[in-house]
């Protein structure tokens, strides 16, 4: 497993410098994983010193999942109360793992 993997570097590189290093775009493109969780903005915002765009959510999330659609990833929408997210988030990885 990986909370952040060279997609979420090429999307925060695109966003805060308008690039990302060609070798983390290539990166995004060959490096295998077996499936992403991708956690939908639907929850209560809450600060930490590693979160940023409190207002930017939705957009974001769209960037995303347009991204992961577009490098032809296979992907899972996260969504929901906290109980769901985790059931659906180990429904969908028990098969996997």
Partial sequence: MCDTDLITIRIW???????SDPWI???????PYDHWLLCA???????????????DRDRLFGVYERT?????KPYTIIAGDRDHRW?????????IG
């Fill in 13 to 19: 590189g695109e966003e805060k410098f308008g690039r």
């Fill in 25 to 31: 775009i290539e990166g995004t493109e060959k490096r």
């Fill in 41 to 55: 903005p639907d929850l209560p915002w809450e600060p930490d010193p590693q979160r940023e765009n409190p207002r």
């Fill in 68 to 72: 992961l659609r577009a490098l032809g």
């Fill in 87 to 95: 059931r659906k988030a180990i429904a969908t990885v028990q098969p």
